[in-house]
C-alpha cells in the first residue's frame, strides 16, 4: 500500500512566479507557514536543471517532513529520492508508474471529466493515491489546461469518486473557502504563495481551518 499525503495544502512550485526570492526559499517560508505537499513543475526546464531542482527542495522537505512529488517525470522523482509523481491524461500511464515507482510512492493523476473519474475509479486499487480536480478557475499558470469546473462542476467530480481529492486552478485566499466547501480533500495553490509577498503568512491563511499547524 502507497503511504498516505496530508493534502490540506499542496503547493505547486513555479521558480518564474518565486522571482528574485529564489524557488527554494519560497518553499521553505511556504513550508512554515503550512505547507502541507511540494510539487516540483517546471515544464523548461532540462532534466539536470529539474535534478538539481529537486535535490535542492528535498533538502528543505526532508527535515520538515513534507513529501516532494514531481510533475510528469518518474525519472527525476527517482533520481532525487522523491515520494512520487503527479501525472497527467497524456503522460505516463499510472500503472506503469507504478510499478517503476514501487508500492510507497505517492502517485496523483490530473481529471477534468466524469469520464476521466470513472476510468481513474477503475483502476486497481493502490495504483492511484489522489485525483487532481481541475481547473476549478481560469489560471494563466497553466493555459492550456481543460475548461473550467466551476465550484458545481468540481463537487460532482469530488462526489463521482472514492479517492482522496485536491482541487486546482486559480484558487486563492479569495476563493478558498468555497473551494473547500465542494468537499475536496484538499487545494492545490500556485500563484497564491509563490507570488505572494510573505508565503508564510499566505500559507498560513490558506490553511483549513482544522488543519493541524505545522
Not at 4 to 29: E, M
Not at 41 to 53: N, V
Not at 192 to 199: K, L, V
Amino acid at each position: 500500500m502507497s503511504r498516505p499525503v496530508d493534502l490540506d495544502l499542496y503547493l505547486v512550485a513555479d521558480s518564474t512566479l518565486c522571482g528574485a526570492r529564489g524557488l527554494v526559499a519560497t518553499v521553505a517560508a511556504a513550508v512554515a507557514g503550512g505547507v502541507t505537499l511540494v510539487q516540483l513543475r517546471e515544464p523548461g526546464a532540462t532534466t539536470r536543471e529539474l535534478c538539481r531542482l529537486g535535490t535542492a527542495l528535498q533538502e528543505v522537505l526532508v527535515d520538515a517532513g513534507v513529501p516532494l512529488v514531481v510533475n510528469d517525470r518518474v525519472d527525476v522523482a527517482l533520481a532525487v529520492g522523491a515520494a512520487g509523481v503527479h501525472l497527467g491524461q497524456s503522460d505516463l500511464d499510472v500503472r506503469t508508474a507504478r510499478r517503476l515507482l514501487g508500492d510507497e510512492a505517492v502517485i496523483g493523476l490530473s481529471v477534468s471529466t466524469p469520464g476521466e473519474v470513472a476510468e481513474a475509479e477503475q483502476l486497481p486499487a493502490g495504483v492511484v493515491d489522489h485525483l487532481g480536480l481541475g481547473p476549478v478557475f481560469a489560471t494563466a499558470t497553466k493555459p492550456e489546461a481543460a475548461l473550467p469546473l466551476g465550484l458545481v462542476g468540481t463537487a460532482a467530480l469530488r462526489a463521482a469518486t472514492s479517492l482522496p481529492t485536491v482541487a486546482i486552478g486559480g484558487v486563492g485566499l479569495h476563493n478558498v473557502t468555497q473551494v473547500r466547501a465542494t468537499g475536496v480533500d484538499g487545494v492545490a495553490v500556485v500563484s497564491a504563495i509563490c507570488a505572494a509577498e510573505d508565503p508564510a503568512a499566505a500559507a498560513a491563511a490558506l490553511r483549513s481551518p482544522g488543519g493541524s499547524p505545522r
